[in-house]
Each structure stands twice: as C-alpha cells, then as structure tokens.
C-alpha cells in the first residue's frame, strides 16, 4: 500500500490540504489588513484587530508546515521552485515580519503619528505578502525551466504579465475574504461598511476567476487539453456551475443585512469560491508538482523518507486542527468596539 507509487500521491494531497488550510486561515487575516487601506477611523481599526487577534499568529503555522513538508516529501521540487522564485519568497518574508512587528507595537504606540505608522506598516506589510503569494502562484502555474531535475532558469523568467495578474488577484481575494469576515465577527456602522466592500469585491473576484480561467489553458497545451477534452470538459464544466451557485448564495444573504444569522455565509461562499479555483488549480498540474515537467514521482524523496514523515504527519497535523478548532471555538462572537488585545 504505501509504496513508491501510492506515498507521493498520498503527500501530495496532504500537501493541497496543507496549502488550502493556509489560504484559507492566513488568507483572511491578511485580507484584514488589506483594508486597512480603506478604514480611516481609528476605533474601528481596532475594532478589526481584534477580531484576528487571538489567532492570526497560530494561522501562519500552515505555512511553516507547508514549507517543511515540501522539503521532507518532494525535495526536488524545493530545489527547483525556491531558485526560481528566490526574490519573492524573501520579499514575502520580510512583508510577513513587518506585518507582524505592526501588529504588536501599534498597541504600544504612544503617540497618534507612531499609531498611524504602524498602521501604514501592518497595511504595507499584508499587501506585499498576500502580492508575492499570487505572483509565486503564477509564476510556477505558468512553467519553470528545468535541466536534470534543477532550476535552470533566470532570476526574473517569474516575471510575466500573468503571475503579475494573480498577484493582484490574490491581493483583492484575500480583502474579500477579510471582508467577509468582518462582517461575520463585526457589528454596526463598521458592519455595514465591510458589507460594501464585500458587494464590490465580489463582483472584482468574479471578474477575476472569470480571466484566470480563460487565461491558464493559454499557458500550455497540456492544461487546454486536460480542460476542455472528452472526459474532462464534464468535470471543468462543474466549476463554473459551482462558482455561479456560490456567488448567488453570496450576494443574497449580503444584502439580508438584518439578519444576524446569515452574517457566516458570505465568509463561507467566499472561501468556497477559492475551495473551486483551488481544486481547479490541482486539476490542472497533476500529475505535475512543477509544470510543465516535474511530476510528483519524480519530484519525491525515498520511500523511506516519506513514510517517515507521514508518521510525523499523522501526528501532528490532527494536533494542529485541534488546536485550531479551539482557539476559534474559544474567541467567537461579535468583537465588539473597546475591546483591547493583550
């Protein structure tokens, strides 16, 4: 059962769950910060804050597992994704750290001015990680140069108009997943203003789904044919059936703003939205871990390895859950204008 086939298989949807955990939990705080480039009233910055609070640090633990994993399980595609994408993944690490640092020292600021600056930092600091994340995305959808199973591309061949695309992309997904959330965890005046924002970006991401599904077929022939031959058209033609079910759910319950009791389901419409690219995304690189070549047999660490980890995994990823479940279980509830983080 758990041999040289099967285990590369089984890691690599531990590692789309891995991945999709991490868009999802990290995805709307950094959606949160986002729009602190649209709320100019301190107390409701606050206010947003403190909705992620108690758990945006434990969200990035995804990320960290994310990069483990694909070092222990597929070592050959870390060799080979991380040179092609040096600038960027260090770029989004010194985003994530600036957002953190922000994070912490505006509720020591004693001044409005160094308020205000770590404000702009927080801001700044999920804008440049949530844009690297998308850019990395289409620059390793779009193909890397491989030779004898290594990088042997150049500093910038990420660089196109179509990984710049999703940069922006994921940029306004996350804000609407930020938003989204907002308006499940928040109340009043500042409710109601996240509700228009979430309309907007609804619409934008809609739009954005729309482009990206045109455009990635373009990208090699491999993934037109998988789409858009027989059998496959049957299961690609789910996804925009999905995505127009998900939005009509979505706008409906927005524009029921009185009803306290839909206030999780935009969030939830809005993560199934992203659940659909996502499985679209996989549906379009396997067997591939790096297109247009490297397959996830290719890309593996012995067998031996892998079983290795998978006991570590087994382990640790139902922990990680865990705590998860209880750290949203515990702070749930409207976050109401006052509170304070410590």
Known sequence: MLN??????????IMAFVIFAYVTLDGFDLGVGILFGVEPMREDRDVMVNSIAPVWDGNETWLVLGGSGLYGAFPVAYSVILPS?????ITMLMGLILRGVSFEFRFRATTERQRHLWDYGFFGGSVVAAFCQGVILGGVLQGTRIAHQQFAGGTFDWLSGFSIFTG???VLGYALLGATWLVWRTEGELQRRVRRHAKVLGIVM???????SLWTPTLDPSFAHRWFSFPGIFITGLAPLAVIALGYAF????ARDTEAHHDKTPFLCALGMFFVSFLGLGYSLYPNIVPPTLTIWQAAS???SQIFLLVGAVVMIPIIIGYNIFAYS?????VEAGAHYH
């Open 4 to 13: 040289a086939h099967t285990l590369p298989i089984i890691w690599g949807c």
């Open 85 to 89: 994408v040096y600038l960027l993944v």
């Open 168 to 170: 922006i992309a994921v």
């Open 206 to 212: 809609l739009a954005l789904i729309l482009v990206v």
């Open 251 to 254: 706008f409906r319950t927005l």
């Open 302 to 304: 012995p067998v031996s």
């Open 330 to 334: 515990i702070f749930h509830g409207k």
